[in-house]
């Protein structure tokens, strides 16, 4: 028999079978509340200058252990600056992460577009293209360091 709590299946299905309900648990609700908190952090970002000190931005935590610069340092910055127009500014800040950018946003494009379809997206990374990320990570943090 069914249990019409559960989406249709019979009482007795393992919990992992069962969808919890609500609006919070449909597909689109993790990329439409990313996309809510982005744009709302980037209003807050628009009116203040990373570049200055005085201002309420956390630090890199790696920065701040290490001295050393992440590969996603810069990140701040280089939003700003593409906020204002400014990309070869931007590219100055953290040109990995620049060029990566078109990517990121594809990928978080699709992530919203699926959702609002109703589908669950996780992108899958092969083996090969992980390592191939994490070299190009470790590689950027030396060049950065090192110059």
Do not use: K
């Given at each position: 028999?069914a249990?019409g709590?559960?989406?249709?299946?019979?009482a007795?299905a393992p919990?992992?079978a069962?969808?919890p309900d609500?609006?919070l648990h449909?597909?689109a609700?993790a990329?439409?509340?990313?996309?809510a908190?982005?744009v709302?952090?980037?209003f807050?970002?628009?009116?203040?200058?990373?570049?200055q000190?005085g201002?309420?931005?956390?630090r890199?935590?790696?920065?701040?252990?290490?001295?050393?610069?992440?590969p996603?340092?810069?990140?701040?910055r280089?939003?700003y600056?593409l906020?204002?127009?400014?990309?070869?500014?931007?590219?100055?800040?953290?040109?990995?992460?620049?060029?990566a950018s078109?990517?990121?946003?594809?990928?978080s494009?699709?992530?919203?577009?699926?959702?609002?379809r109703?589908?669950?997206?996780?992108p899958v990374l092969?083996?090969?293209?992980q390592?191939a990320?994490?070299t190009v990570?470790?590689?950027w943090t030396?060049v950065r360091?090192v110059?």
């Open positions: 028999m249990d709590l559960h989406g249709g299946l019979p007795g919990p992992a069962r969808r609500g609006p449909h597909p609700a990329p439409l509340g990313a996309l908190a982005a709302a952090g980037s807050y970002l628009y009116g203040t200058d990373p570049h000190s201002h309420w931005l956390p890199c935590p790696f920065n701040w252990l290490t001295g050393l610069l992440c996603a340092c810069g990140g701040t280089l939003a600056d906020l204002h127009g400014d990309v070869l500014r931007a590219f100055h800040e953290n040109a990995a992460l620049l060029l078109p990517v990121l946003l594809w990928m494009g699709r992530w919203l577009v699926e959702g609002l109703g589908r669950r997206w996780r092969s083996p090969r293209a390592y990320v994490l990570a470790a590689l030396i360091n110059r």
